[in-house]
Nanobody, 121 residues
Framework: QVQLVESGGGLVQAGGSLRLSCAAS????????MGWYRQAPGKQRELVAR???????TYADSVKGRFTISRDNAKNTVYLQMESLKPQDSATYYC???????????????WGQGTQVTVSS
């Protein structure tokens, strides 16, 4: 079994910063992409940022220049540094990891339980 545990969410004023962390643990053989998604009430879940095992990053246009994704492969952990936060960044943030549990196993996407980020104006 695999677990993704997020931390670092909270309440912050507009213009402030937060750092999210997500640690993957359990029966993991290898991890490909890791990423952060978010979902606001009444809206679909959307990609915020993604990072490959080699460090290639992808960002949503709405967060480019403000958010930075990084990972520590030795710790199976992905981070999201969020700067210049806006009220529209408020959402539940979910960690995602595409991983294999065995050498010959298929890639499967695992999700964390989510962490709430609220940005007040």
């Amino acid at each position: 079994q695999v677990q993704l545990v997020e931390s670092g969410g909270g309440l912050v004023q507009a213009g402030g910063s937060l750092r999210l962390s997500c640690a993957a643990s359990g029966s993991i053989f290898s991890i490909n992409n890791m990423g952060w998604y978010r979902q606001a009430p009444g809206k679909q879940r959307e990609l915020v940022a993604r990072i490959s095992s080699g460090g290639t990053t992808t960002y949503a246009d709405s967060v480019k220049g403000r958010f930075t994704i990084s990972r520590d492969n030795a710790k199976n952990t992905v981070y999201l540094q969020m700067e210049s936060l806006k009220p529209q960044d408020s959402a539940t943030y979910y960690c995602n990891a595409d991983l294999r549990t065995t050498m010959r196993g298929s890639l499967y996407g695992w999700w964390g339980q989510g962490t709430q980020v609220t940005v007040s104006s």
